[in-house]
């Protein structure tokens, strides 16, 4: 009988660059940049790293095919390497690929890295691209923004409540992503704004604006994981830190063809969520949780995503946020090191920069933004669009927490 | 069926005008400073196609206002006429008969090359044996004459078509003339855009008042009819003046003069003579005579009497107005606006792909699951509700003519589209079926989740690189009249 992931691997080390448009740095770079912080905390030789996991999205964009790219940066000597990809939510994707190996014994040490770079397109947002040869028949061209922005008119008809509180709350969440950077060295958009910013910017996909939009940046991030008994034999007396959950949903397509879903919500984000804090034990996510970082790609998917993840009652966000519940004074912290929006989004490394700022949450290490004390917290990576996605949710505790 | 001499007859006509009107004045107002002597053209609207229609996608729309006007009809052969058929090697009848859904043993055809080919095209269904297969005969014309021409303010796109066969006829064949002549009053070499046009006062003396007029001489001649009792004549000649001569030459009365509408929509080509002989027809008392012409490369005269068949089928609205101009030269291709890397996105399609899910994006095709009764679109071959989960039980179900709901949308300013900002959202299907689709001719906030919406045949994307255009199914917004296309 299966029995989940919950303590049974540790955190060993993380690194993470700086996101930002790193106009003089390659992907190369930007992999070795993360790992070397990693395997500095982890305090091990990279020879005992015995597999690897690289998450990159667009490959086509940036460093092309397979593993071998990982591999190629850090010279690792022919180790087992593997590329993964499910969109946005890569990089939880390659944590996910190595906390299973190691919690099936097949390894003690591996690596996940996520990467990307998209600064190199020539233009802002995403890179266009084709979406399969029998969907460009049909499927409108549709970009990021645009498809998150029905998220925004479908809540508003469903719950009834008018776009302008809807979108008062938006902007409330971008402004509180911006405050939180300020405060991250390693943050992308560290500027200070406005609620009156955010709903004067100029419109991107209605009615999100532009400050509704995360920024679009190159950066990469790591862990290196083992055992919770490795862990503490190579740094007696440190905090052990392990994966209490580490689950995926992905759509069917029912989201998209099928009319039982409301447009409102993410449905993957609920099956993800329910099945994170049933493996976690958890029961009140909002008590028992000290922080999350959530995919909030733009504000209105952190609204709807509040409701997902159980953190507010249905149709019952635009309150929770403008109550400041998930400022950094609040009840629960959401995007503490600014988030997608303001840290930045380099896809394949965003899933495992969520889960590096819980990491520094939990040992004490997040600076000026540290909060009093993270013994739990959940992260959401969600990849896709919100009618066709693949969403990741972790929590990561104290070990026995 | 046992008059050896009986015809076919008109089932019905229709007229199809695309929604987006330019302004004349806005026209002259960019052509003035080189241009002032079109000054006495710059009066009322023109029809100009939008971004998304062409030849093509307009005939679709024509076949369908005669498939809602007589549905009760089978087609058995499809024809096509236009001047300005997106392919050159390429049956474009076919595109629009796939995305119809006519049969696929129905005989098919494309015809092309001048302003009389569809008027020639309807004599000659009408001249068959009663008994003969139903023609669906549409003419599509979207031109594009050369900015500052008297053809740019003179012309308007849109298209028209027409029914014949057995039954229930609006009207009846009398008479049929034709005369070749390679009297050239303009041409347009394959390949070109613009047309190159001899002097009108030539063209009015020497074609219209010889040929022409010979021809409709010819014509009332052999029905033994008098020129003083036709009711109404369609005579679409684009000049000024030269309609009126053409009858008073004839001995036709002035009033029978059928208007050509030109200060509201302009001279569809090829299509003009079917558009005006659908407002005849809507016009005419039972009994009255008909008389039709078509001019260009000769004259083809066509004489019909109404019967006391009621037209079928809504006739269009007023349309939009539109006063950008330079809109319409982006529209049409003759500027190269900036738009942006987005645009530079490689729209290359894979003819295999295209084939093997042909009826999916031409008939907008999805499927109806057998077990459990939901549409789905696509068909797959595992039903979407999680409930049945049945496979292969789905049979085909076409959403082209279903209506639906927003269920969400957004106006995107990024993504790339030749008329911004991109409109999109989730649409929900009365008949049960959900996908994510592209908006046309929707105006700025007028998007609203619930907001009724119709199906309509559009290009969905130009493969420059390669010449190539794709076509989809886009969902328009239900107006009060929205059958009159406003």
Redesign the interface.
Known sequence: MASGIRDKVAILGMGCTRFGERWDTGADELMVEAFNEAIADAGIAPRQIEAAWLGVCLEENNIGKTAGPLAQALRLPRIAATRVENACATGTEALRGAAYAVAAGAYDIVLALGVEKLKD???G?LP???RG??N????????A???F??????Y??KHKVAMADLKRAMAHISVKSHDNAALNPKAHLRNKITEDDVLKA???????GLYDCSGVSDGAACAIVTTPEIARALKPGAEVITIKALEVSVS???E?????W???HIATARTAGARAYAAAGITDPRNQLQMAEVHDCFSIAEAVTMEDLGFSAPGRVIHDVLDGVFDRGGALPIGIDGGLKCFGHPIGASGLRMIYEVYLQIHGRAGERQLPRVDRALTENLGGHP?QNVCAVSIIGRHGA | MSDPTATPGLLATTLYLPRLRLERAEMLAQHRWMAPGLRGLAKGQRTIAHWDEDSVTMAVETARQLARARPDVTVGELTLASTTLPFADRLNAGIVAGAVGIAEGAVVRDVASCARAALAELAAALRRPAGSATTLLLAAERRIARPASAQEMIQGDGAAGALVGDGATIAEFVAHRSRHADLVDHFRESGQVHDYGWEERWVRDEGYMKIAVGTLQECLAAASISAGDIAHFVMPAPLARVNEAVAKKLGVAAAALVPAAHETIGDLGMAQPLAMLDVALRAAQPGALILVAAFGSGCDALLLRRTAVPCPGAVPGPGKSETSYLKYLSFTGQIELEW???A????K??LT??W??HA??ARFEGGKCGSCG?V???S?DVC???ECRAQKTQTPFSLSEARARV??????????TPHP??Q???V?FDA???????FADADAGELE??MALAMVYRI??FDRQRGFR?Y?WKATPVRDNAQQGT
Do not use: C
């Open positions: 397109t020539g233009y947002g266009v691209r084709t040869v029998a460009d028949l049909w499927l409108p061209n549709s970009t923004p645009g498809a922005a029905q998220l925004a008119s479908a508003a008809a100029m419109t991107i996909a209605a009615p999100l069917n397509g029912e998209m063809s099928f009319q039982q409301d447009g409102a009618h | 942006g890397m987005r530079e996105m490689d729209n399609t894979a792909a295209a093997r899910d999916r994006a939901t789905q679109f696509p797959t979407v509700n999680p269920l969400s949308h957004t106006t995107d300013f990024l993504a790339y900002p991109f999109f959202g989730h929900d049960g079926a959900r996908v994510l689709m592209e989740v619930g969905k994307e794709r989809f």
